[in-house]
C-alpha cells in the first residue's frame, strides 16, 4: 500500500457509494434515520476531493485525510465511526510503502477505533459484524505471506458474508436497538458500507 495506492482506494470507495446509495438508505430507512446513503455519499465525495490534492507522502496521510473529511462531512453516527476508524488506519501506515502486514495491523486499528466509540462487539448488529470477519480474513493471509490482492479479496468475501449475517441479528447498539426483535430480518446498512469498503479495497488492489 503506497500512496497512489491509497488514492486509488478512497475514489473506488466513493464511487462504490455513489452506485449504492440509494441501496444504503433503504437498508437504513428499515431500522434508522434513512439518511446513511446521503451522509456516506457525501463523505466520501468530499474525502475524494481532498485526498486528489496529495501528491506525496506516507500512504497513511491519505487516508488520515479521508478520516479528517468524513468527520466534517457525514452526520449520525456514520462520521465519528467511519471517520474515526481512517484516521487510525492513517496513523499505522505512517511509511511510504506499507506491507501486507502492516496494513493488516492498520485495519486492527480501524477496527478498535470503531469498536471504542460504539461500545460494539461482534453480533450487535454494526458495522463490527463485517469489519471483524474481513480483518481475521485479511491478517491471515497476509501472515502466510500473500501479497495485498489476495489479502483483500478473502477480507472483501469475509466482509460479505458478514454483512449478510447480520439479517437475522437483533440490534444491539444504535438506533436500530430501539426497535427490539423488529430489526431481526434487515441487513445493517454499517455493515454494508464496511462491505462496500473492504471490496473497494480488493478491486483496487487487483487492477494494480
Same mark, same amino acid.
Not at 503506497?2 to 491509497?6: E, F, G, N, Q
Not at 476531493?49 to 501528491?55: G, K, N, P, R
Given at each position: 500500500m503506497?500512496?497512489?495506492?491509497?488514492r486509488t482506494w478512497v475514489h473506488a470507495i466513493a464511487t462504490a457509494v455513489d452506485k449504492?446509495?440509494?441501496l444504503l438508505?433503504?437498508?437504513d430507512s428499515a431500522i434508522g434515520d434513512a439518511d446513511h446513503g446521503v451522509n456516506m455519499h457525501r463523505g466520501f465525495t468530499a474525502a475524494a476531493?481532498?485526498?486528489? &490534492? =496529495?501528491?506525496s507522502g506516507a500512504a497513511g496521510a491519505v487516508l488520515f485525510e479521508t478520516g479528517s473529511a468524513l468527520l466534517s462531512n457525514v452526520g449520525g453516527a456514520s462520521g465519528p465511526f467511519f471517520g474515526r476508524a481512517f484516521r487510525a488506519i492513517g496513523q499505522v501506515?505512517?511509511?511510504p510503502t506499507a506491507t501486507p502486514q502492516e496494513m493488516a495491523? &492498520? =485495519?486492527a486499528a480501524g477496527l478498535a477505533a470503531v469498536a471504542e466509540l460504539g461500545a460494539a462487539a461482534p453480533g450487535d448488529k454494526t458495522v463490527i459484524d463485517a469489519w471483524a470477519p474481513a480483518l481475521d480474513a485479511f491478517r491471515h493471509r497476509a501472515d502466510t505471506g500473500t501479497d495485498l490482492a489476495a489479502a483483500a479479496l478473502a477480507a472483501a468475501d469475509a466482509a460479505e458474508e458478514g454483512m449478510r449475517a447480520t439479517v437475522p441479528l437483533q440490534a444491539r447498539k444504535g438506533r436500530a436497538s430501539y426497535?427490539?426483535?423488529r430489526s431481526i430480518g434487515h441487513q445493517d446498512p454499517g455493515?454494508?458500507?464496511a462491505a462496500l469498503i473492504f471490496r473497494a479495497l480488493a478491486d483496487t488492489a487487483t487492477a494494480r
Open positions: 503506497d500512496i497512489d495506492l491509497a449504492q446509495k440509494d438508505t433503504r437498508l476531493t481532498a485526498v486528489s &490534492a =496529495l501528491e501506515l505512517d511509511v495491523d &492498520a =485495519l426497535l427490539g426483535t455493515a454494508t458500507s
